[in-house]
C-alpha cells in the first residue's frame, strides 16, 4: 500500500467518526427535545418513552432538522410557539454536541 492509498484509508476513516459523530449529537438532541415537549404534553411513563421515541424517529424522513422541528410544532400547536421550540430545539443540540464531544 502505497503513501496516497494510506491517506486515503485515513481520511475515510475520519469521515466516518465524523458521521457517527453527527449521528449522535442529532439523537442526543432528539431525545433532549422530545423529552421537553412529552413534559409540555403532559406525559409520563411509557407514553414519554413513546414519544420520546417518535421524535427520534422523524428525524429519519429527511435530511435536516427541519422533520423534527415539524413534528413537534405541530405535536404542540396551541401550547408552545414555533420561535421558542426552534430556539430550545437548537440550544439543545448545542448542548447534545458539547455533550458528545466530551465523552
Given at each position: 500500500?502505497?503513501?496516497?492509498?494510506?491517506?486515503?484509508?485515513?481520511?475515510?476513516k475520519g469521515f466516518e467518526i465524523d458521521q457517527a459523530t453527527s449521528f449522535k449529537?442529532?439523537?442526543?438532541?432528539?431525545?433532549?427535545?422530545?423529552?421537553?415537549a412529552s413534559n409540555k404534553l403532559g406525559h409520563s411513563g411509557d407514553e414519554e418513552?413513546?414519544?420520546?421515541?417518535?421524535?427520534?424517529?422523524?428525524?429519519?424522513?429527511?435530511?435536516?432538522?427541519?422533520?423534527?422541528?415539524?413534528?413537534?410544532?405541530?405535536?404542540?400547536?396551541?401550547?408552545?410557539?414555533?420561535?421558542?421550540?426552534?430556539?430550545?430545539?437548537?440550544?439543545?443540540?448545542?448542548?447534545?454536541?458539547?455533550?458528545?464531544?466530551?465523552?
Amino acid at each position: 500500500m502505497n503513501t496516497f492509498d494510506k491517506r486515503r484509508k485515513a481520511a475515510e476513516k475520519g469521515f466516518e467518526i465524523d458521521q457517527a459523530t453527527s449521528f449522535k449529537i442529532d439523537v442526543r438532541a432528539n431525545k433532549l427535545l422530545g423529552t421537553w415537549a412529552s413534559n409540555k404534553l403532559g406525559h409520563s411513563g411509557d407514553e414519554e418513552a413513546n414519544y420520546i421515541q417518535d421524535v427520534i424517529k422523524s428525524d429519519f424522513k429527511e435530511t435536516g432538522r427541519e422533520d423534527v422541528y415539524r413534528k413537534v410544532i405541530d405535536d404542540l400547536e396551541g401550547i408552545v410557539d414555533e420561535a421558542t421550540i426552534r430556539e430550545v430545539g437548537e440550544r439543545f443540540y448545542e448542548e447534545a454536541k458539547e455533550q458528545i464531544l466530551s465523552e
